[in-house]
């Protein structure tokens, strides 16, 4: 019978600090609210010495890594956290074995934000999909090709691998961690603990469309850009939008990818599974009435959509929200 799961946290110097404090709390919170097992949490530095967070906060260490690689201590879940640090340790050999040590006895490895990139370092994210803050996707490939890197995801579950994006998404991971381990009801009573707005679930996008998507040059095609979120339940096929800006469909089209990243039938879906998300988190509107009221013809579709773009459903979507603001 397992007594307790012990939660081991690597840090490093120029850590970020949220990084680690974010994921310390929820554990701290599911064993107050009654986790069974209960949670121990190990902060393990290199060298065993305190590491400096890039706030300039000293933290203390219970061990180092090496010598908990070089232990037989129980590990239910390694985590890496992010920061400046972690990207700065990717070709330190020693540790990127003791990392390996310790996941190969690890019930999962997880990491937070660029903590991802130290994981693919040492090989730990070979054949997993992952995903880290937006900033460093890039590189989090370039460190390593047989990494399927999804880079618009607020966190992401393959397997007993687990990583998030940067900073306060390192909670929603472990929310979601803790909902694996101990069920929904405990995962969101420590989110009304902690006072978090929302759980987010791990298929939310780390940004809204209209952040994700440059703004395009050519004023008419930015002039649709600004008008479309109010118009969402209109016809907006691209020979509509392209009329609304005075050009033909097809230079319309070429245009707006060319300026944007994403064509305009992609750019609309995702303006209006977003306003459906605000819907399903603010009302009790049916699917079918948030699909129609966003623009889809039917609920079908609206599914198929958040399937894309969410990662799960609509009603699975608002039953996060649901029990979070309980």
Do not use: N
Not at 122 to 140: I, P, R
Not at 251 to 277: I, N, W
Request: include cysteine.
């Amino acid at each position: 019978m397992v007594c307790v799961r012990t939660v081991v946290f690597v840090a490093m110097d120029e850590f970020q600090l949220l990084d680690l404090a974010g994921p310390l709390d929820v554990v701290r919170a599911a064993t107050l609210l009654g986790a069974d097992p209960p949670y121990e949490a190990v902060v393990a530095t290199p060298g065993g010495r305190p590491v400096r967070a890039e706030s300039g906060l000293l933290v203390s260490a219970d061990t180092s890594v090496h010598a908990l690689a070089a232990g037989d201590r129980a590990v239910d879940t390694l985590v890496v956290v992010g920061g400046v640090g972690a990207r700065g340790l990717v070709r330190d050999e020693a540790l990127l074995d003791d990392l390996r040590l310790i996941a190969g006895r690890a019930r999962r490895t997880t990491a937070v934000c660029t903590g991802a990139i130290l994981l693919a370092a040492a090989g730990l994210l070979d054949g997993f999909t992952a995903t880290t803050h937006w900033a460093y996707c890039d590189e989090l490939r370039r460190t390593s090709e047989a990494v399927d890197v999804l880079p618009d995801r607020i966190y992401v579950h393959d397997r007993d691998r687990w990583t998030s994006a940067g900073v306060t998404a390192g909670i929603d991971l472990f929310l979601a961690l803790v909902e694996d381990d101990s069920g929904a009801e405990i995962a969101h009573a420590i989110a009304g603990w902690l006072v978090v707005f929302v759980r987010r679930p791990g298929g939310q996008a780390q940004f809204s469309a209209q952040l994700r998507t440059q703004p395009a040059r050519t004023p008419a095609i930015e002039g649709v850009q600004r008008w479309l979120p109010d118009h969402l339940a209109e016809d907006l096929s691209v020979d509509t939008l392209a009329g609304r800006a005075g050009m033909s469909s097809r230079s319309f089209a070429r245009t707006f990818v060319a300026e944007t990243g994403t064509t305009p039938a992609a750019y609309v879906e995702e303006l209006r599974v977003e306003a459906a998300r605000r819907l399903l988190e603010g009302s009790d509107l049916t699917v079918e009435t948030v699909a129609k009221a966003v623009g889809f013809r039917r609920a079908e579709t609206l599914y198929r959509a958040f399937r894309r773009r969410v990662a799960t459903t609509p009603d699975r979507y608002r039953q996060h929200f649901a029990r979070s603001s309980a």
